[in-house]
């Protein structure tokens, strides 16, 4: 059965599907031209800005780069 977990408020509409991290930190873009990364219990970890909507599912770099 599934459960909600955790909600996390984002500045705009999130889109594309989150990846989860190793750690569990689960990075998702949005619309509102940030990458978020939020943390296996819920809180935020980061923020950053990008150059505009991020409509994909972040990837990771074999040296750990989001």
């Given amino acids: 059965m599934n459960r909600l977990r955790y909600s996390f ?3 705009g509409p999130l889109c594309g599907t989150p990846t ?3 750690d569990g930190t689960c990075y998702v873009g ?3 031209g940030h990458l ?5 219990e819920g809180k935020p970890r ?5 150059d505009g909507p991020i ?3 972040p990837c990771f770099h074999p040296e750990g780069q989001v």
Avoid: C, K, N, Q
């Avoid at 978020?36 to 296996?40: D, G, H, I, L, N």
């Fill in 9 to 11: 408020r984002a500045a």
């Fill in 20 to 22: 989860l991290g190793p």
């Fill in 30 to 32: 949005g619309r509102d």
């Fill in 36 to 40: 978020y990364a939020v943390s296996p």
């Fill in 46 to 50: 980061w923020t950053v800005p990008t």
């Fill in 55 to 57: 409509e994909a599912a």
